[in-house]
């Protein structure tokens, strides 16, 4: 069985939903990436730029400004491989000369006329995520006749345009973009129940389910701090699914839940 892997969020934001800037600051970031990697995170995911719903825009120098300083000194001291959470070339140029190795764009490589080919001349790994929309209004009212067949159309479609641009096909990675421009019960569960439809596209899949509001709206409104049970129950359905990694706030209680979970498959 293949190890499914945890990829701890490190976010370094004033604005998210999950933390609300709790780490914001390179001493704090710093010692909440230690912590994510001391409790078993496999990969960082480091953001300056929240993408939450309603989220505003970073400028550019301010974002390598957050990010930059926490990539090379988590490089100078850690061989935990680290990617970096943006839609920027620039910002994610940025942080792969300061020592990260994968590219986590929630727009596929869209955003910018250069994205493809900046993602073809780094050579490092990239993460194609599905956003219906941009953040400050995916949520407004989005729409699908076949949610699962649309997503999985499109990122099909974004990783055969980043392999034509020059992207190495194994350094391709898929994101369903669970919560990104989806209604939190019509679109996310059915997205959630067909990910093995997205992991037939033959490339490993990200899935980011850690604390989002799906969860919420299932269990009666519970907040973003109260839905770690939720989260990993949602990890689980996704490394039933054969997803290759989980990205998680919790990281302890999801390596837990997934080495357990993975020795009864193992039993089996």
Known sequence: MVQLRVMGVANVTPDSFSDGGRHLGFEASLAHARRLIADGADILDIGGESTRPGA?????????????????ALRAESAV????????????????AAGAGMWNDVTALRFAADSLATAAELGCEVVLMHMQGEPQSMQ??????????????????????????GVRRDKIWLDPGIGFGKHMIRHNLP???????????GFPVVLGVSRKSFIGAVD??????????????????GAAAGVAAVRVHDVRET????????????AR
Do not use: C, H
């Open 56 to 72: 505003e825009p970073v400028p550019e120098a301010e974002e390598i400004a957050r990010v930059v300083p926490l990539v090379r």
């Open 81 to 96: 491989p680290l990617s970096v959470d943006t839609m920027k070339p620039a910002v994610a140029r940025a942080a792969i």
């Open 140 to 165: 407004a009212e989005p729409r699908y006749d076949d949610v699962v067949a649309e997503v999985a159309e499109f990122l099909a479609e974004r990783a055969q345009a980043a392999m034509a641009a």
């Open 191 to 201: 997205l959630l129940a067909g990910l093995n439809r997205i992991v037939a596209l």
């Open 220 to 237: 009666g409104g519970a907040p973003a701090d109260q839905r770690l049970g939720g989260s990993i129950a949602a990890a689980l359905a």
């Open 255 to 266: 390596v837990q839940a997934l080495r357990v979970w993975t020795a009864i498959e193992a």
